[in-house]
């Protein structure tokens, strides 16, 4: 013990020789250490007994459901007749019940009545706000890029979505293609775009079909059709629900320049391109007068950088020399991944969906489909409810101890015990990222890992059916759980696979962004006159 208090005291001394500053209880560093050690702990247990208090306090809330916009009640129903729609019966290693079980989503729009509630005025006041720039789907004329190579297979995708008496467009090949009459009905027509074989282009690892791809917006221009807001290019793999794009470009004023589309999944991709431009398979939209300032000035703009790889970096470019940013809009989709897509598509961000793209390279959204056909079972929801098409609703069933997820129209999961909001936001990593590779840091948004605690595993019940109903006026959408055994687990906590069915309850609503957009602005109102934010006057 002398020893070690000489050894100290040298220290000291030392250290005031060069200069250094000593706290005069350096010498009892020694005995300090083992009380820093037991507060160290004590924290430790703080933390943990607060967490355990939230977590309690998350499971007996009298608010079951989370989300902004849709809030949902559960309910059971033990031994449904065949005649709603339920499953057969199936046998369960972990219940004696051979009945059937139904659980039922009542999901109320309830933003209206939170904002009616809260601000003091009038539920009529949200019935209708009008579109201050008048675009309808009348008003927009599409552009998509096409491969004579493969038209039979990708001129399937756009019959998904396209309707011959409402839409205007053109698809642009580099050859012509045979077609047939079912063709003719139920696609655009077709043109051929022009040569392009005297532009530069010396980048060795792309093709010179981008600088045709490049030019489609400028040649649709150039038909003359009349009466046009927007400009929007898509991919013959691209899927669009119209009534979304619509919904989103309404936000804008088409007599402004403008140029809204989204980035890549891929942070990689973004790196190597650029994080201000926008992917053209996700699709783009340029206002008219962009689109004309494009058309006469592309040309030459293009000779300029005969390095650049694709096409979307040339009109980027371009977009730069006309001094024109993006306006991201996530909706857009360009889905630079492989795999599954279902932890995309189950925690879709909120925003309504306007595009699908790469569908060739990912897996079929439903299980046991084709890819068209999964795709035609995705739309019969869309057709019904197109605002609230994937859109993610959390709820919790505090007996049961369950988290319960439903990607509206695609698929619902549920969780043993109670995961966080925050958590079930992030969307699980069943995918990998563009260079096939299972690395979370390649992606640009926040991911979580695909559970490997058996307990933890989520029962996923896919879209069997969806009707509207005339006498209630409510769209009725019934999902089935996946067939495939479940792993063992030993928790004490109810397994979710005593359910065949999850009936989901809902009424449509068309203004449901709107209505969004209106809830924020009253609680910004409310947050101002409270004193919560600062306003900054310029």
């Given at each position: 013990?002398?020893?070690?208090?000489?050894?100290?005291?040298?220290?000291?001394?030392?250290?005031?020789?060069?200069?250094?500053?000593?706290?005069?209880?350096?010498?009892?560093?020694?005995?300090?250490?083992?009380?820093?050690?037991?507060?160290?702990?004590?924290?430790?247990?703080?933390?943990?007994?607060?967490?355990?208090?939230?977590?309690?306090?998350?499971?007996?809330?009298?608010?079951?459901?989370?989300?902004?916009i849709i809030s949902c009640r559960t309910e059971c129903a033990q031994g449904?007749?065949?005649?709603?729609?339920?499953?057969?019966?199936?046998?369960?290693?972990?219940?004696?019940?051979?009945?059937?079980?139904?659980?039922?989503?009542?999901?109320?729009?309830?933003?209206?009545?939170?904002?009616?509630?809260?601000?003091?005025?009038?539920?009529?006041?949200?019935?209708?706000?009008?579109?201050?720039?008048?675009?309808?789907?009348?008003?927009?004329?599409?552009?998509?890029?096409?491969?004579?190579?493969?038209?039979?297979?990708?001129?399937?995708?756009?019959?998904?979505?396209?309707?011959?008496?409402?839409?205007?467009?053109?698809?642009?090949?580099?050859?012509?293609?045979?077609?047939?009459?079912?063709?003719?009905?139920?696609?655009?027509?077709?043109r051929i775009s022009a040569n392009t074989s005297h532009f530069k282009y010396?980048?060795?690892?792309?093709?010179?079909?981008?600088?045709?791809?490049?030019?489609?917006?400028?040649?649709?221009?150039?038909?003359?059709?009349?009466?046009?807001?927007?400009?929007?290019?898509?991919?013959?793999?691209?899927?669009?629900?119209?009534?979304?794009?619509?919904?989103?470009?309404?936000?804008?004023?088409?007599?402004?320049?403008?140029?809204?589309?989204?980035?890549?999944?891929?942070?990689?991709?973004?790196?190597?391109?650029?994080?201000?431009?926008?992917?053209?398979?996700?699709?783009?939209?340029?206002?008219?007068?962009?689109?004309?300032?494009?058309?006469?000035?592309?040309?030459?703009?293009?000779?300029?950088?005969?390095?650049?790889?694709?096409?979307?970096?040339?009109?980027?470019?371009?977009?730069?020399?006309?001094?024109?940013?993006?306006?991201?809009?996530?909706?857009?989709?360009?889905?630079?991944?492989?795999?599954?897509?279902?932890?995309?598509?189950?925690?879709?961000?909120?925003?309504?969906?306007?595009?699908?793209?790469?569908?060739?390279?990912?897996?079929?959204?439903?299980?046991?489909?084709?890819?068209?056909?999964?795709?035609?079972?995705?739309?019969?929801?869309?057709?019904?409810?197109?605002?609230?098409?994937?859109?993610?609703?959390?709820?919790?069933?505090?007996?049961?101890?369950?988290?319960?997820?439903?990607?509206?129209?695609?698929?619902?999961?549920?969780?043993?015990?109670?995961?966080?909001?925050?958590?079930?936001?992030?969307?699980?990593?069943?995918?990998?990222?563009?260079?096939?590779?299972?690395?979370?840091?390649?992606?640009?948004?926040?991911?979580?890992?695909?559970?490997?605690?058996?307990?933890?595993?989520?029962?996923?019940?896919?879209?069997?059916?969806?009707?509207?109903?005339?006498?209630?006026?409510?769209?009725?959408?019934?999902?089935?759980?996946?067939?495939?055994?479940?792993?063992?687990?030993?928790?004490?906590?109810?397994?979710?696979?005593?359910?065949?069915?999850?009936?989901?309850?809902?009424?449509?609503?068309?203004?449901?962004?709107?209505?969004?957009?209106?809830?924020?602005?009253?609680?910004?109102?409310?947050?101002?006159?409270?004193?919560?934010?600062?306003?900054?006057?310029?």
């Open positions: 013990m002398i020893k070690k208090k000489q050894k100290d005291l040298d220290k000291v001394v030392w250290d005031q020789m060069a200069g250094r500053k000593v706290h005069p209880s350096v010498g009892m560093l020694s005995h300090i250490g083992g009380w820093a050690s037991k507060v160290f702990r004590s924290l430790v247990v703080l933390i943990c007994i607060s967490y355990f208090i939230y977590l309690m306090n998350l499971m007996l809330s009298n608010y079951p459901c989370w989300h902004p449904v007749s065949s005649t709603s729609g339920s499953s057969s019966s199936s046998s369960s290693s972990t219940s004696t019940s051979t009945s059937n079980t139904v659980a039922v989503l009542a999901m109320e729009n309830t933003t209206k009545d939170v904002i009616a509630n809260e601000a003091g005025i009038h539920r009529q006041a949200l019935q209708a706000i009008p579109d201050s720039t008048g675009t309808d789907l009348k008003h927009i004329v599409f552009g998509i890029a096409a491969s004579a190579r493969l038209w039979d297979k990708r001129k399937e995708y756009i019959k998904l979505w396209w309707r011959p008496k409402e839409m205007r467009g053109f698809i642009w090949l580099e050859k012509p293609v045979k077609t047939g009459k079912s063709d003719n009905s139920s696609l655009p027509p077709w010396n980048n060795k690892q792309g093709h010179r079909s981008a600088i045709r791809i490049s030019r489609i917006v400028s040649e649709t221009f150039r038909m003359g059709l009349p009466d046009v807001h927007w400009f929007v290019m898509g991919d013959d793999d691209t899927v669009f629900i119209a009534d979304n794009l619509v919904r989103v470009l309404s936000k804008y004023d088409h007599t402004k320049p403008y140029y809204i589309g989204s980035l890549s999944e891929s942070h990689l991709q973004n790196i190597f391109f650029s994080y201000s431009m926008a992917y053209g398979g996700g699709g783009f939209a340029i206002s008219y007068p962009l689109a004309k300032a494009l058309e006469s000035m592309q040309d030459k703009c293009i000779q300029r950088y005969p390095g650049l790889y694709g096409s979307d970096d040339r009109i980027q470019a371009c977009m730069s020399e006309l001094g024109v940013p993006l306006t991201k809009e996530p909706g857009f989709h360009q889905y630079d991944v492989y795999g599954n897509l279902f932890g995309l598509l189950a925690a879709h961000p909120l925003t309504p969906l306007v595009s699908l793209h790469h569908l060739d390279v990912v897996e079929p959204i439903f299980p046991n489909m084709t890819r068209v056909k999964a795709l035609q079972h995705l739309s019969k929801a869309a057709k019904l409810d197109s605002a609230g098409i994937m859109q993610q609703s959390i709820c919790y069933d505090k007996k049961r101890e369950w988290s319960i997820s439903v990607s509206w129209g695609y698929a619902v999961q549920i969780f043993r015990t109670i995961f966080s909001p925050r958590e079930l936001e992030m969307p699980s990593r069943t995918f990998l990222n563009w260079y096939r590779r299972a690395d979370f840091t390649a992606y640009a948004f926040n991911t979580r890992p695909v559970t490997r605690h058996p307990c933890q595993k989520p029962f996923i019940f896919y879209l069997k059916d969806v009707r509207y109903d005339n006498v209630s006026g409510q769209i009725i959408s019934n999902y089935a759980r996946q067939q495939v055994k479940p792993p063992g687990c030993r928790w004490r906590i109810p397994s979710p696979e005593i359910i065949d069915l999850i009936r989901v309850v809902k009424k449509p609503d068309t203004l449901l962004w709107q209505s969004v957009n209106a809830m924020l602005a009253v609680t910004t109102a409310k947050l101002l006159q409270s004193g919560s934010i600062q306003k900054v006057k310029p």
